[in-house]
C-alpha cells in the first residue's frame, strides 16, 4: 500500500483543486440523497460536497490511514476502505471519484459496476491524470529503468488510464448520459524543483515506498536535474507546469428514457 502524507499533497492544494471544481460543475444534482467521497484524501474537497449538499447524508473512503485521520479531523466522515470493492447503497444519488482511478488497474470494470448499481438519475463524476506520458513521468520510468534501480520499482505507464473516448464509450455502452472531455493546465510553480516537489506528493510515492531513506535520497537527486531540463524556470523565476487531465460524468438512465432527456 502507498503511503501518503497530507501535508506534501496539500503543498499544491490550489492547483490540485481546479480540476475537481470543474469536475463538481458539471453535475446537476438539485437534491441528492446521498453523496459520495471515493478516495477523499485528507477531506479538504469533501468539505465542498458537505457545503453543496448540507441535506445529504455524506460517504467519503480512502484507502491512507494517514489521510483518513486528516480527513477526520477536518469533521468529515471518514472511513478507511478500498475504492476497488465499494458498492453504491440504495439512495446514493451522487458519486465523486476525483484522481484516484489512475491508481486501480482494470478500472473501466469498476465504473460500469457503479452505473449498474446505482439508481436512475444518480450521477457519477470521475477525473484522472491524462499525463502519464508527460516529461514528469517518463523521465521517473527512464531513471528507473536504469542500474541500480533497474527492477526495482513497479512504475505506472500510459495504459493506467483510458483516452477521453475510451471513457465515452464505456460509459455510454452502460446506456448512462454522458459528458466527457479533457483539460490541460498550465500551473504556475516557484521555487528551485517545483515539478520534483509537485510529484514527490503524487507520482513518486510508489517509489518512496519502495527505497530505503538514503536511496530515496539518490533517486531524487538524480531525477531533479532531468525535470530541471524538461521544464526549465524562467528568468522571473516561474516554471510553468503543463497537466492534462481526463474528465467523465455520466447520469444513469434506467427505463425508456434517452439518453439525451437524462442529460437535461
Not at 119 to 130: D, E, I
Not at 156 to 173: D, I, K, N, S
Request: glycine fraction near 8%; proline fraction near 9%.
Amino acid at each position: 500500500m502507498t503511503t501518503w502524507d497530507p501535508a506534501t499533497y496539500l503543498s499544491f492544494g490550489d492547483h490540485r483543486a481546479r480540476p475537481f471544481h470543474d469536475l463538481l460543475a458539471r453535475v446537476r444534482a438539485p437534491d441528492p440523497r446521498r453523496v459520495v467521497d471515493l478516495g477523499c484524501g485528507p477531506g479538504t474537497l469533501t468539505v465542498e460536497l458537505a457545503r453543496r449538499w448540507p441535506g445529504a447524508r455524506l460517504e467519503a473512503i480512502d484507502s491512507s490511514p494517514e489521510m483518513v485521520a486528516a480527513a477526520r479531523e477536518r469533521g468529515m466522515p471518514a472511513e478507511l476502505g478500498d475504492v476497488g470493492s465499494w458498492q453504491p447503497a440504495p439512495d446514493t444519488d451522487v458519486v465523486v471519484c476525483n484522481a484516484v482511478l489512475h491508481w486501480v488497474p482494470g478500472h473501466g470494470e469498476l465504473l460500469r459496476g457503479w452505473v449498474a448499481g446505482l439508481p436512475a438519475g444518480a450521477w457519477l463524476a470521475v477525473q484522472v491524470p491524462g499525463n502519464f506520458a508527460a516529461r514528469s513521468h517518463t523521465e521517473i520510468r527512464r531513471l528507473a529503468a536504469e542500474p541500480p534501480w533497474r527492477g526495482l520499482l513497479d512504475l505506472r505507464g500510459p495504459e493506467a488510464v483510458l483516452e477521453p473516448a475510451g471513457y465515452a464509450a464505456l460509459l455510454a455502452a452502460t446506456g448512462a448520459a454522458v459528458d466527457v472531455w479533457e483539460t490541460t493546465y498550465l500551473h504556475r510553480l516557484t521555487g528551485s524543483d517545483p515539478v520534483l516537489d509537485w510529484i514527490t506528493g503524487t507520482a513518486l510515492r510508489p517509489v518512496r515506498d519502495s527505497l530505503t531513506s538514503s536511496e530515496w535520497i539518490e533517486f531524487r537527486d538524480e531525477l531533479a536535474p532531468r525535470l530541471r531540463s524538461a521544464y526549465p524556470a524562467r528568468t522571473d523565476g516561474v516554471t510553468w507546469f503543463p497537466f492534462r487531465r481526463v474528465f467523465a460524468v455520466a447520469r444513469v438512465v434506467r427505463g425508456d428514457a434517452a439518453p439525451s432527456e437524462a442529460a437535461r
